[in-house]
């Protein structure tokens, strides 16, 4: 019995679905064609408003993770275990690190505070001694250079400043008003070390790379530092470590803190603080446009429907008078709401792959840390159809409901 039950059940449900996509059919390929285009056209840049605006906040959020590894922290930064000394026997530490599997470059790097002066011109800045060579290896800082040239080895009396130490003349910059004003290539500029000694320096280059903590640093060769720091020798002050591509950065951080027991790692996220709370206001503005735009479908499908059930209301009477369930025609408004916002997803997808992207690409956004590109993946283009047909599922099952549960006798006089 029951499964006579179960079998008449399911061909019933069989039935109601078959009826419910065929007046789904009929209502879309013999209803006004104006109308459903015009619809369609409206899922089209409602998915295209759920794709674009997340995208580029998510591209802002990546150029600005991006800028911080490739410029100012690497991908794990060794430090001392004893805040405000320094890593000795650093020498021997990069060689073990550098022979970690998975770790593509390492560079160590001193520094001390200073005093800058160009002319009645004065600025604090971190002066950092380097290894020219593991330094471009790790970072791309000397990719930024809009004056003169990076430090190569062996450079004496020569120092690369960043754009907001130097000014350079940009009275744009964040913080031109705390820089030397106009500090450009040639340029002697006399610096008074922490320590007590002062040197004059040739200024060799200027570099910016839009990313303003890393456009604050002040660099000179290691060699030059042991010349003002001659105690620094085989001492590191941070060691900074970049991973190669698709490999595991705990399994790496963990093999680098058993290495000795007077260091400290960080990674990336963990420097990442003052980058956070920018990247977590602007993941709220992206879940407050992304509900904007479901809102904006979820009103498009209800009113569509809405007016419609209105004008129909003599013909939705008939249907229920000869047969046809209430929730058979409320599933058929809802196949339709389907099927236009399917149609307007797929049609808004190949619109943004093809079109959008490449021509975004083609002429980026410029915000203050550079070009930014759109982040995109199949799995989030996925992830917000799917959302957009629910929502639309939803807004044509309310004005549905309401219109087919009422008398059959006021539904046929229009009532």
Do not use: C
């Not at 080895?153 to 964040?174: N, R, Y």
């Not at 992206?286 to 979820?298: D, S, W, Y």
């Not at 992830?383 to 004005?399: E, Q």
């Amino acid at each position: 019995m029951m499964d006579d039950y179960l079998r008449a059940v399911a061909r019933s449900t069989v039935r109601s679905i078959q009826v419910a996509l065929f007046l789904a059919s009929r209502s879309i390929f013999r209803g006004n064609f104006w109308i459903g285009a015009m619809t369609i056209l409206m899922m089209i840049l409602v998915y295209l408003n759920l794709l674009f605006a997340p995208s580029l906040l998510q591209g802002v959020i990546s150029q600005m993770n991006s800028k911080l590894r490739d410029t100012l922290v690497g991908n794990i930064t060794v430090e001392s275990s004893t805040p405000g000394s320094q890593i000795t026997n650093s020498t021997k530490l990069v060689e073990q690190i550098a022979a970690i599997e998975g770790v593509e470059a390492v560079t160590p790097a001193r520094t001390i505070s200073g005093q800058l002066q160009l002319g009645s011109e004065r600025g604090t800045a971190e002066v950092s001694g380097i290894d020219t060579q593991s330094f471009k290896d790790v970072f791309t800082v000397p990719q930024y250079m809009i004056e003169g040239s990076f430090l190569s080895p062996g450079d004496t009396d020569k120092i690369v400043l960043g754009a907001q130490i130097a000014g350079a003349g940009k009275a744009k910059l964040e913080l031109y008003s705390d820089s030397l004003k106009n500090a450009h290539t040639g340029d002697k500029v006399k610096v008074s070390f922490a320590n007590g000694i002062v040197k004059e320096y040739t200024v060799k280059g200027i570099f910016q790379s839009e990313f303003v903590q890393a456009d604050l640093k002040t660099l000179i060769t290691a060699d030059e530092f042991s010349q003002v720091v001659p105690n620094s020798i085989n001492s590191a002050s941070a060691i900074n470590v970049k991973l190669k591509s698709d490999t595991n950065q705990g399994n790496i951080n963990d093999q680098i803190s058993a290495l000795r027991y007077d260091i400290k790692t960080r990674t990336w996220q963990e420097r990442a603080g003052f980058v956070k709370s920018y990247t977590e206001s602007i993941e709220v503005i992206n879940k407050i446009l992304r509900a904007v735009a479901l809102f904006v479908g979820f009103l498009t499908i209800f009113i569509i429907t809405y007016v419609d059930v209105v004008n129909k209301k003599r013909q939705i009477g008939i249907e229920r008078a000869i047969g046809i369930s209430p929730p058979t025609i409320i599933l058929s408004y809802e196949f339709r709401a389907l099927f236009y916002t399917l149609i307007g997803a797929i049609l808004g997808a190949i619109g943004f792959i093809l079109v959008v992207v490449p021509l975004e690409a083609r002429y980026p956004f410029h915000f203050p840390l550079g070009n930014v590109y759109l982040d995109v993946n199949s799995n989030f283009m996925i992830r917000n159809a799917i959302i957009l047909l629910l929502v639309s599922f939803a807004s044509a099952t309310l004005p549905a409901w309401r219109a087919v549960y009422g008398k059959i006798v006021d539904a046929i006089w229009g009532n």
